[in-house]
C-alpha cells in the first residue's frame, strides 16, 4: 500500500479509501469483515457521510468494530455534513454544521474526526458561519482538519477567505471513463465537447493550493449509470487494454482502474464503494503499480477521449 501526506496536516494517509456509503446492505459480521480486509490490505482511511443510510452507516460502522480507543488510534476518519436529505437541500449554517457534527460522533463513538468535509456547495452559503462552525469544532477537539465536497475553485477560495483553517481536501469525481477533471485540459481551444472546461480546472487548481483530491466512483461510468468494467457493449476498448495490462501486471481490473487514478502525480487518492471484501483487496492491489506514461495514455484513449 502506498501512503503519503495530506500536505498541512499531520496525517499519513493510504492512496485507497474505504468508502462506507452502502455498508448498510451487509450485516454486521459482514461489515466487521469488510473493515478488518480493509485494515489487513493497509487502508487507514475511512470515509463516511451523514447521509449515507440516513446516518445507519456510520452507526453501523462503529458497532461492527466494536469501536474503542485502541481500534480508533489505526483509523484515519471522514465524514462530510451540509445536505439536508428530508426536504432535499444544502445548509452550511453554523447550526446544521455543529449538529451535524454532533450526530456523526455519536454515531460513530468517537471523540474526534480527522476530517470534516462539507458535502455540495451551498449557494446560500454565509461563509462567516461556516468559519465560526469550524472554530467552534476545532477548538472543542472534535475535528482536526477540515475540506469540501464537490466544489470548484471559486467556491474553495470563497471559503477560504474566511476561514482560518487550510481546507486540505475535495472529493471529485473521477474515472478513466468519467474524466471531465483532465479532458478538457487536454483538449483545449478545439471545437470539440471535450474542450469545455466544467470544472473550472480545479485539478490545477487543487495542485497548486495543495488540497489533495479524493476520487470518488473510480470505476463508474457517467453520473452513476454503472461501472465501465465488463461493460463490453459500451467501452469494448477500453476493457480490452485494461485485461491486457491486468495480464502483464498479474492483477485484476480493478487493479489497473485504481492504478490509473494513483498514477496521476497529484496524488489522488481512491475512494472505494465496494461491500466485497474481494474488491477490496483486488483495489489495493493498485495501490503500488506504476503505470508507463504509455500505458495511462493508452487506457484514457480507449475510454473514448481525445488525445489530439
Known amino acids: ?6 500536505k498541512n496536516t499531520s496525517l499519513n494517509v493510504s492512496n485507497i479509501v474505504m468508502g462506507n456509503m452502502r455498508i448498510n446492505e451487509l450485516t454486521k459480521v459482514e461489515i466487521e469483515h469488510l473493515v478488518r480486509t480493509a485494515m489487513e490490505e493497509g487502508i487507514n482511511f475511512f470515509d463516511h457521510a451523514d447521509i449515507y443510510g440516513g446516518g445507519e452507516c456510520e452507526s453501523l460502522f462503529a458497532d461492527a468494530i466494536q469501536m474503542n480507543a485502541s481500534i480508533r488510534d489505526k483509523m484515519i476518519l471522514q465524514s ?3 445536505i439536508n436529505t428530508k426536504d432535499n437541500y444544502y445548509d452550511f449554517s453554523k447550526e446544521h454544521i455543529i449538529k451535524s457534527v454532533e450526530g ?3 454515531r460513530l463513538k468517537t471523540d474526534y474526526l480527522d476530517l470534516l468535509l462539507l458535502h455540495r456547495p451551498d449557494p446560500l452559503m454565509e461563509p462567516e458561519e461556516v468559519a465560526e462552525a469550524f472554530d467552534e469544532l476545532h477548538n472543542s477537539g472534535k475535528v482536526r482538519y477540515f475540506g469540501v465536497s464537490n466544489h470548484n475553485p471559486m467556491q474553495i477560495e470563497l471559503l477560504q477567505k474566511y476561514v482560518s483553517h487550510k481546507l486540505v481536501v475535495n472529493q471529485l469525481q ?5 474524466a471531465a477533471l483532465i479532458d478538457s485540459g487536454i483538449a483545449l481551444n478545439m471545437p470539440v465537447d471535450q474542450s469545455i472546461n466544467r470544472d473550472s480546472s480545479i485539478l490545477e487548481y487543487c495542485r497548486l493550493k ?3 483530491i479524493q476520487a470518488w466512483s473510480p470505476y463508474q461510468q457517467g453520473f452513476f449509470e454503472g461501472p465501465f468494467l465488463g461493460d463490453l457493449e459500451k467501452f469494448p476498448k477500453l476493457n480490452q487494454v485494461i485485461d491486457e495490462l491486468a495480464e502483464k501486471y498479474g492483477v485484476t481490473n480493478t487493479a489497473i482502474a485504481s492504478a490509473w487514478i494513483t498514477r496521476h502525480p497529484a ?3 481512491v ?5 466485497t471484501p474481494q474488491r477490496i483487496k483486488d483495489a489495493c492491489a493498485g495501490s503500488e503499480i506504476n503505470l508507463t506514461r504509455k500505458e495511462w495514455y493508452d487506457l484514457y484513449k480507449a475510454a473514448g477521449h481525445i488525445v489530439p
Do not use: E, R, W
Not at 1 to 6: D, E, N, V
Open 1 to 6: 500500500m502506498k501512503y503519503f501526506p495530506i
Open 80 to 82: 462530510k455534513c451540509g
Open 104 to 106: 456523526i460522533l455519536k
Open 174 to 178: 473521477l474515472s478513466v471513463a468519467q
Open 210 to 212: 495543495d488540497i489533495t
Open 267 to 269: 496524488n489522488i487518492q
Open 271 to 275: 475512494v472505494l464503494g465496494t461491500t
